[in-house]
């Protein structure tokens, strides 16, 4: 039961251009999102999060929007730049599931993002 | 300041045979978690500790266990080693909720 979605395993972008990576969740519970980068040999890193009072955050180069309504968000990248070339996550929390605080991150799959000069 | 640290970097085990995979937290974190990460797959969450208790457990089985210390550092332990239990382990701490800051994991290979 795969409750994070990312359908697109791969995406090529070219460098300056805008990179757009998206995200489908079904668990209506979920009520924070993040992006995550990782490179290989190393572990994820926190890129943005947003949490679902908002429909847009800003950081940036980075902006993730989310569409409760079609429980879809996205992560745009503007300007691409090739140091940008990574696996990209998103994840969501249901922060009410019990125990209250409990962390519990769901992943999904993974967009590799590869930048071309 | 130091990241989160994972010990080790790299592990090789037999079948049937038990692991401790080690995490420190950056400095004031409280809680860690842990995830298993599968090649081609986004990381699955396999347990929370904050403030040395359990807080949450995913769908793992009972050969997973996991604790925190005084120190706020935490193992993880696998009992009867599969062959499907090859994953790269990571370790995350956070401060505030729900932002948390993965180790580089350690590659778990099990033969």
């Known amino acids: 039961d795969q409750q994070v979605k990312q359908n697109s395993p791969s995406l090529s972008v070219q460098e300056g251009r805008i990179s757009i990576l998206n995200c489908d969740y079904t668990?209506?519970?979920?009520?924070?999102f993040l992006w995550y980068k990782k490179y290989p040999a190393e572990g994820p890193t926190f890129l943005i999060s947003?949490?679902?009072?908002?429909d847009k955050n800003e950081d940036g180069r980075f902006t993730v929007f989310l569409n409760k309504s079609a429980k879809h968000l996205s992560l745009h990248i503007v300007p691409s730049q090739p140091g940008d070339s990574a696996v990209y996550f998103c994840?969501?929390?249901?922060?009410?599931?019990?125990?209250?605080?409990?962390?519990?991150?769901?992943f999904g799959q993974g967009t590799r993002l590869t930048i071309n000069p | 300041d130091a990241g989160v640290t994972q010990s080790p970097t790299h592990l090789i085990k037999t079948r049937g045979q038990h692991v401790t995979l080690r995490c420190s937290p950056i400095?004031?974190?409280?809680?860690v978690s842990w995830y298993q990460q599968v090649l081609g797959q986004g990381p699955q969450f396999i347990f929370q500790y904050y403030e040395k208790e359990e807080r949450g457990r995913g769908n793992f089985p009972d050969r997973f266990s996991a604790r925190q210390f005084p120190n706020y550092s935490s193992e993880l332990n696998v009992n009867a080693l599969l062959l499907g239990d090859s994953a790269l382990y990571l370790c995350?701490?956070?401060?505030?909720?729900?932002?948390?800051?993965f180790g580089p994991g350690t590659r778990l290979t099990v033969t």
């Open positions: 947003i949490s679902s009072i908002k």
């Open positions: 994840a969501a929390i249901d922060s009410m599931n019990p125990p209250p605080g409990a962390q519990k991150l769901v």
């Open positions: 400095s004031g974190h409280k809680s």
């Open positions: 668990n209506s519970m979920f009520d924070y």
């Open positions: 995350a701490s956070s401060l505030v909720p729900y932002e948390q800051y």
